[in-house]
């Protein structure tokens, strides 16, 4: 198949990883058009280890941090592919990645994008758990309490990306409300269910395990979308995922402030379990 997708990594002081992030991508067995590193500020020497793969990647450089979700979108912008995949710098990608994902897209044209299983690690090479029940084309009733996609199995078509406007750096959860504003516009994403992305859970540096960014970043995204939920599922749709907000935050505190999250959790009625 002829080379159409472009890969897009946010990079921030993540010379621990990069290599391994990087070499997954050179390896496909299906190559990519290009690859884009975005160094979003980091340190001088964080920066000085990126020159190593200035022959293989396009490097774009943030003046200072912008956060993830400008470095992405800055990296949508500079692709040319037909396609962006997006790999965060601490993760990794089986080599049959994008030849299955590209090759999905292809035979379904109607699609936007898709997305595959993860094995989650914190150890290199152990997967402590494997993500790999999804529905089979994700739509906006299956998204009501939580995201589907993780953003290292997201393959989309770069048309669609730029005209959403990417990533909203407002909201901490930058991830769930991009898809949430994508499927409430009907578009469609399929399912691969092979463990094909290596996601590191959190304690390496991972942003989605702590209790503040499960919180505050759910109620952002619960403000926004507060609307396409009720027109979804109605006033449960809206109860869901408050309690589901406690109930994620609960598990990754300790202290006065889990047991709060848990009374919540528990208080708040619900109907999806």
Known sequence: ???????????????????????????????????????????????????????????????????????????????????????????????????????????????????????????????????????????????????????????????DFIEAKGFDSKVIAEDYDLFLTLLAKGHRYKFIAKPLVWFRRANQGNESGRWQYIFYGRLKVFKKHWRDLYKEGGAWALSNNLQRTFELAAWRTSGSRYYIFRLFATIIPNNYK
């Not at 997708?5 to 621990?16: A, D, G, K, R």
């Not at 790999?87 to 089986?94: G, I, K, M, N, R």
């Not at 994902?101 to 993860?118: D, V, W």
């Open 1 to 159: 198949m002829e080379a159409k997708t472009s890969v897009v990594i946010p990079y921030f002081n993540n010379q621990q990883f990069i290599s391994q992030a990087v070499n997954s991508v050179m390896a496909q067995t299906q190559p990519a058009l290009e690859l884009i590193i975005v160094n979003d500020g980091s340190t001088k020497e964080a920066r000085e280890y990126l020159e190593q793969f200035s022959s293989v990647a396009t490097i774009v450089d943030h003046p200072s941090n912008l956060g993830i979700a400008e470095a992405r979108n800055n990296g949508g912008k500079t692709a040319k592919g037909e396609f962006i995949a997006f790999l965060d710098a601490d993760d990794y990608w089986d080599k049959h990645k994008l030849a299955l994902q590209q090759e999905i897209m292809e035979s379904e044209p109607e699609l936007s994008g898709c997305h595959c299983a993860t094995n989650i690690f914190s150890q290199e090479g152990e997967a402590s758990e494997t993500c790999d029940t999804k529905p089979l084309y994700l739509s906006m009733s299956d998204s009501l309490i939580d995201s589907h996609i993780v953003p290292s199995s997201w393959l989309v078509k770069r048309k």
